[in-house]
Structure formats: structure tokens, C-alpha cells
């Protein structure tokens, strides 16, 4: 079926505002002339997965974390009060339920919709098999139960997070929610059992100390070299049964599309056709699938 043409403004949108607090949307978010082509490749990303994904009858709708979100987030506002009067939102973490509350949008959780329509999010990486690193913003135990729950699982980032495998521009390695109190035992584990020596405990920038997670857990990121990281699901699968592992933040065959926004205004999809092929293809800029 072909994409639709997306039509980027150039002024920014009308941003709504906060039921509490009248505080614009992201207030982050600039007009596209003074965005960076990162952010730019981001937004074009998002919008387009928005435009093909996201259909008036969707009414159930994820909503991931990452600095890609929010230009979700801002395309689904723009489709207006209407739509979204009588759909339900629901956060992969405190980000996300942030945007969805400074947008207006009505909030919901998993457990009372665990069946969700689409959920889009962004990723640290994506290989030809649309298998993701993902975690870098440490969300992906919720991110992951919501990709699970969703009928359709979307995935939108800009043009470096498009691989053959994984590991390749993403260094820091896979992340993995463990317990606190296990955090010593499952590095030992990486370290000696699973071949990753170089894993470590994810630290604080801003405070001293470990990151904890949404879930009050640590983050182990765990580097793999390229040989590994071309068996997603196996390392994945190895990982998940150290005892203290909350969730591993490889999505391995969960994505039905990855949209990638490039530097020259055209966009990139990585999607499943039939029996699980993957297809690739280019949307010119401004242009028609
Ligand atoms: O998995 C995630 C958070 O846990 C994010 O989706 C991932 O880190 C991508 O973020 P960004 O859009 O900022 O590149």
C-alpha cells in the first residue's frame, strides 16, 4: 500500500497546553528551520510513521520514550482534539507520561488496556532483521511489555540508528534491568559466563551513583562483539535466564516497521512483508512511497 506524502511545517504547530499548568508542549521543541538535521531526521521520522500508523480508528495507543518521541507525540496532537478526544494514551515511563499529560491527551496504563493498537517508539539501533537495541534511556522493561501488548509495533529514529548489526554505531552495549540486589552476581555473570567483559553498571550523571530505573531497578550495559551481536535472540534468550534479570533491552522480532529519517529530507522503512521478509525501502523527500 503506498505511504502518503508527509508535509513538514516549517512554522511550528499549535502547541497545546497543559490542563494543569498552561506549559507549552516540549517546550523543547523548536521550529523546524532552527532544528538540527539530527532532530530534523528525527522528526521527519516520527511524522511519517505517524501518518501511516496511527488511523482514526486507533483508539489504544503507546507511547515510547527518547528524544524521538516527542515528535510523535506532537504529530498525534496535530491531528486534533476530535481524534483524540476519545483515545487513550499509554506512557513507557515518567517521560512519556509527562508528554502525554503536558499534551492534553487522556492517560492510561497497560494494565487496564493490555491490548493496545499501535505503539511507537524509538530505538538505540536497528539491524536488517528490524531487531533493536533498546534502554539507553533505561525505560525498556515497560517499553518492551508495551511492544508485546501492541497489535502493531512501530519503531522511528534518525539515519545512524539504520545497521545490518547491531553494535555497529551504538557502542555502549545491551542494557539490562537487573534488581539492585543481584547487580553484583549478574555482572559476574556477563563478565565470565556470557562473554561480555566489558559489561558494567550504569552510572548517574546527575547524581551520585547508579541510574534506577522507572522500576527502582540498576541498568548493566553489556557490550558484545560483532560476531555475537549478529545472533540477537540467542544473546537475548542467554541473558534473560541469569536469575535478577528484570528485562533485556534486545527486541528480537517484535517491530512490523522502522521508519528512519535522513539527512537529505528523504525517509528510510525497514518493514515485514510476508513470512517475516523484511523489505526496505525509500520515500523521497516529500515524496510517495
Ligand atoms: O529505548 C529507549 C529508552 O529506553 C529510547 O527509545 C532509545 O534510547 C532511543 O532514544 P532516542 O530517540 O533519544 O534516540
Redesign the pocket.
Known amino acids: 500500500m503506498p505511504l502518503p506524502s508527509v508535509d513538514i511545517p516549517t512554522t511550528p504547530l499549535a502547541r497545546p497546553v497543559s490542563m494543569a499548568s498552561a506549559t507549552p508542549i516540549s517546550p523543547s521543541i523548536p521550529p523546524l528551520a532552527t532544528l538540527s538535521a539530527i532532530e530534523q531526521s528525527?522528526r521527519l521520522a516520527a511524522y511519517t510513521a505517524v501518518d501511516k500508523h496511527i488511523l482514526p480508528e486507533h483508539k489504544v495507543i503507546g507511547i515510547?520514550?527518547?528524544?524521538?518521541?516527542p515528535y510523535v507525540v506532537e504529530r498525534i496532537v496535530s491531528q486534533g482534539a476530535e481524534l483524540n478526544k476519545d483515545r487513550v494514551f499509554i506512557p513507557t515511563g515518567f517521560q512519556s507520561k509527562e508528554l502525554i499529560v503536558l499534551s492534553a491527551l487522556n492517560l492510561g496504563d497497560v494494565d487496564q488496556y493490555p491490548t493496545i493498537d499501535v505503539t511507537i517508539?524509538?530505538?538505540?539501533e536497528v539491524d536488517h532483521e528490524l531487531n533493536c537495541i533498546?534502554?539507553?534511556?533505561?525505560?525498556?522493561l515497560r517499553?518492551k511489555v508495551l511492544a508485546e501488548a501492541a497489535k502493531t509495533f512501530i519503531l522511528v529514529?534518525d539515519y545512524r540508528?539504520n545497521v545490518k548489526y547491531l553494535g555497529t554505531n551504538f557502542t555502549p552495549g545491551v542494557?539490562i534491568e537487573v534488581v539492585p540486589f543481584a547487580y553484583a552476581k549478574v555482572l559476574q555473570n556477563m563478565h565470565h559466563i556470557l562473554g561480555s567483559p566489558r559489561a558494567t553498571l550504569r552510572m548517574a550523571v546527575a547524581k551520585a551513583g547508579p541510574v534506577v530505573s522507572d522500576n527502582g531497578n540498576f541498568i548493566i550495559d553489556a557490550p558484545f562483539d560483532n560476531g555475537q551481536m549478529k545472533e540477537p535472540l540467542g544473546i537475548m534468550a542467554r541473558i534473560k535466564m541469569l536469575t535478577g534479570v528484570v528485562e533485556v533491552?534486545l527486541f528480537c522480532h517484535m517491530a512490523q516497521a522502522a521508519y528512519f529519517g535522513n539527512q537529505d529530507g528523504s525517509v528510510t522503512v525497514k518493514r515485514k512483508v510476508e513470512k517475516g521478509k523484511i523489505e526496505e525501502a525509500v520515500i523521497a523527500a516529500g515524496g510517495q512511497f
Open positions: 528525527k515510547g520514550s527518547g528524544s524521538t518521541v517508539d524509538g530505538a538505540d533498546k534502554g539507553g534511556g533505561a525505560c525498556h517499553e529514529a540508528k542494557p533491552g
